[in-house]
């Protein structure tokens, strides 16, 4: 009896050790490129916030639905006055180093971001931060110079990534080595390789994450992650290019699932340049463009935008009937206009981004059918931001805006000549800058609505369109969610079979 | 002078003025261009090849993660490339026009027409997707490299091959070969003992050449089979402007590739007592 029940127990604790061991839960995810630094404060890189957004937390991050709700901070409280926002910190919150966290983390991080020496392309947005008090361990009361409604986004955006204050003081290495709360540690990166992130058993949501590790594999070749896939070497990849979806499609093992970007694909025509001051030309120039047939060439399909905000925000309005494809009234509107048949127009394209170039062939045909000369000067990323975007250095460009969590993200400065399109409207720059210093979803909405209705009507870009993201993934593998605006990467629910 | 700005790619499209500013003050970028660079040689020549912008991390760090497996596969593809064609180069002299010949030649063009990316890409194909014998991606072992030096090897060996028959009919109608013929040797002896010894020096410096150039990083094949090897740590540092990273490259392969001639003709001295006497 007593041999018996030995040898029960010994069985069932080796179930249970195998089943353990079978159980560990692993996914294997393409990621297309490796990021550079693993420093939130110090890189304005997508790559480095879709990896961090795993081992970090935020006080505030974005739901599913892209509403703020509270991470690290229980809640928040902001003062009638607007200057006064307090924050409640969630309790037994432990660092991946076992710090726990406290009221000190916060500041030292904000302090940090704000410190000239870090070097953030960030810190301006912490600049309404004038003070930052810890009344206890679990307060944080920050007092702001001016009301600032755009605040509250940047704090659940990845550059608000909250760090030790023990490890900042060391002057800790975050750049190789990130120590966050998140619901994963970093525990490997073979720079160009892999990075490995192993489970945080002690993060603060219950039950989660439910992997026990993410290898993120750095394949460039697209081919291969496709191969992968298909094969069962590579269980998601989120940049699935619309060429390759027949192929996955076909395979028994994988689904592909399309969810429209954040992006604002347009093509910024440049203000200051005669004849392009003349809003009449800009018009004639986007009745000249058929928006859907680019988007469907070029990007695979999409939903056009008559205005500058990306099509799933909920500040988006509708204004694509302004100026539909005509190409008959482009051609009536350029002679009104009085364009001189040989001013050659240069379009800068980016070469990096092959759906940008091939979307700026299709605009040259277009634009040459209603008697437009334009010329294609293609150019590397490096030269695209210093000439084009920050010396306004052209006539045409192709680009994509990526959305924002909040609306001032996007808008903020249009209507300036700060703004790469050098487009002078005072009274959209005046809407725009109220709207950043106004509480509430509707009083902002009804500013936003007369701001995007005045840059819809002036055209200083050609509106194309937001397009579609293919995210192509194993079937046995649930709930791989991307965040909504931020298009990081969210593990924590995310399970396999 | 290349345009770009490191601080502009850094910061992204979206950051303020003063930020940017910042970050080029943290960078040193704000310096005149001279002061930037005789900075740079000075700190050279006390072995400090300084940080990398983008990431923050010794330039002379990112190069050595970076070169075990550079050197691995370079040595791989290079040793490949003299195994198979100083047996087809030579074999094809001393039988011109036989089967065996035709048979060099043939994989010599094709060997050379075949860009190595595409035969990757194929090897990739039969060998990792329909026969999984080797990894699709990822680094880390032996298996990882067998393809792409596979890959690098053939087109190198397309070359050495020519070069081997070419050089190897030039030194057997040379006069030594008719006197060694006359002494008695056996075709054997004069072919392998005298001619191959010669035959060999110039495809020796060419080899050598060609080591030098893989060790500087194959962009391509690295890319098809996600190594992370030199040349996509340069490519970006380019494409980025991180400029102590770009110079820290050039020295580095410049170093490399002096060291590999200079290997080689020590090399040059064990394979011709002619040399060695001089």
């Known amino acids: 009896m007593k041999k018996s029940l030995f040898i029960t127990l010994a069985v069932a604790m080796s179930v249970m050790l195998l089943t353990g061991i079978a159980g560990a839960k692993e996914l294997n995810f393409a990621l297309s490129g490796s990021p550079d630094s693993l420093d939130p404060h110090k890189t304005s890189g997508t790559l480095t916030f879709q990896t961090l957004k795993s081992v970090y937390d935020t006080l505030a991050e974005p739901d599913q639905t892209g509403k703020i709700v509270p991470a690290l901070a229980e809640k928040w409280d902001i003062s009638a006055d607007g200057l006064t926002w307090t924050f409640t910190l969630r309790k037994g919150v432990v660092f991946h180093n076992n710090d726990k966290l406290t009221s000190q983390d916060v500041k ?390 | 002078m290349i345009p770009g700005d490191p601080a502009l790619t850094i910061a992204g499209v979206d950051a303020a003025e003063s930020d940017i500013q910042a970050i080029r003050a943290k960078l040193g970028t704000d310096k005149p261009m001279l002061n930037q660079y005789l900075e740079w040689i000075w700190d050279v020549f006390r072995f400090d090849f300084g940080t990398s912008l983008t990431s923050g991390r010794p330039v002379s760090d990112l190069i050595m993660e970076r070169f075990p497996l550079t050197l691995t596969l370079a040595v791989l593809g290079i040793l490949l490339s003299i195994v198979i064609a100083i047996p087809l180069g030579v074999i094809s002299a001393v039988r011109r026009w036989s089967f065996w010949d035709y048979l060099g030649m043939l994989f010599s063009q094709a060997g050379m027409a075949i860009p190595s990316f595409w035969l990757g890409i194929l090897l990739l194909m039969l060998l990792s997707i329909k026969y999984r014998v080797f990894p699709l991606f990822g680094s880390g072992s032996i298996n990882h490299l067998i393809l792409p030096s596979i890959s690098l090897g053939i087109a190198r060996a397309a070359v050495l091959l020519r070069l081997t028959r070419a050089s190897m009919v030039e030194e057997l109608s040379k006069e030594y070969v008719i006197t060694a013929r006359a002494k008695g040797l056996t075709e054997r002896m004069v072919n392998y003992k005298h001619a191959l010894r010669n035959a060999l020096l110039p495809v020796i410096t060419i080899a050598g050449i060609q080591l030098g150039y893989m060790l500087g990083g194959a962009i391509i094949i690295e890319q098809v089979f996600s190594l992370p090897g030199l040349g996509r740590l340069f490519l970006f540092a380019v494409y980025q402007r991180d400029f102590p990273l770009i110079q820290g490259g050039v020295v580095f392969v410049a170093f490399v590739f002096s060291f590999i001639n200079f290997a080689v003709d020590i090399l040059y001295s064990v394979l011709n007592p002619k040399i060695r006497i001089s």
């Open chain 1, 108 to 497: 030292a991080t904000f302090e940090r971001i704000q410190n000239k020496e870090t070097g953030s392309p960030n810190a301006n947005e912490f600049a309404p931060i004038t003070s930052i008090e810890t009344p206890d361990d679990t307060t944080v009361v920050l007092t702001l110079s001016a009301p600032s409604a755009p605040l509250l986004g940047t704090l659940a955006s990845g550059w608000g990534a909250i760090l030790p204050q023990s490890l900042i003081a060391s002057n800790h290495d975050f750049a190789a080595e990130p120590v966050g709360t998140g619901p994963f540690k970093m525990t490997q990166w073979i720079r160009d390789g892999k990075i490995v992130l192993e489970k945080n058993k002690n993060y603060w949501m219950k039950g989660l994450p439910k992997l026990d590790k993410v290898t993120m594999h750095i394949i460039p070749e697209r081919a291969v992650q496709v191969q992968g896939l298909i094969s069962g070497q590579v269980d998601v990849s989120y940049l699935v290019d619309h060429e390759d979806e027949p192929l996955l499609n076909s395979s028994p093992d994988v689904e592909v699932n399309k969810v429209l970007t954040s992006l604002i694909l347009v093509m910024p025509m440049n203000c200051s340049r005669p004849p392009l001051d003349n809003p009449k030309v800009r018009q004639a120039i986007t009745h000249a463009i058929d928006k859907q047939k680019v988007l469907d060439v070029a990007h695979g399909g999409g939903k056009p935008i008559g205005t500058f905000m990306d099509y799933g925000n909920a500040y988006y309005k509708d204004f694509t009937d302004l100026y539909p494809y005509d190409p008959a009234k482009a051609k009536k509107l350029l002679a009104e206009a009085g364009v001189d048949k040989d001013r050659e127009f240069e379009m800068f394209l980016p070469q990096n981004y092959p759906p940008h170039v091939k979307a700026g062939e299709i605009y040259q045909a277009m634009l040459t059918k209603v008697g437009l000369n334009v010329k294609i000067k293609l150019v590397d990323w490096s030269t695209w931001i210093g000439d084009v975007y920050k010396k306004a250095k052209y006539d045409f460009t192709v680009i994509g805006h990526t959305g924002k969590l909040d609306p001032n993200g996007t808008l903020a400065n249009y209507g300036t000549v700060k703004r790469y399109v050098r487009w002078d409207n005072p009274k959209a720059a005046e809407l725009i800058a109220t709207a950043a210093k106004t509480d509430g979803f509707e009083n902002r909405k009804k500013l936003y609505d007369q701001a995007l209705q005045i840059m819809a009507e002036e055209a200083p870009f050609m509106y194309l369109g937001s397009s579609y993201r293919r995210i192509g993934t194993r079937k046995n593998v649930s709930d791989f969610r991307m965040t909504p605006s931020l298009d990081t990467f969210d593990f924590r629910w995310t399970d396999v079979k």
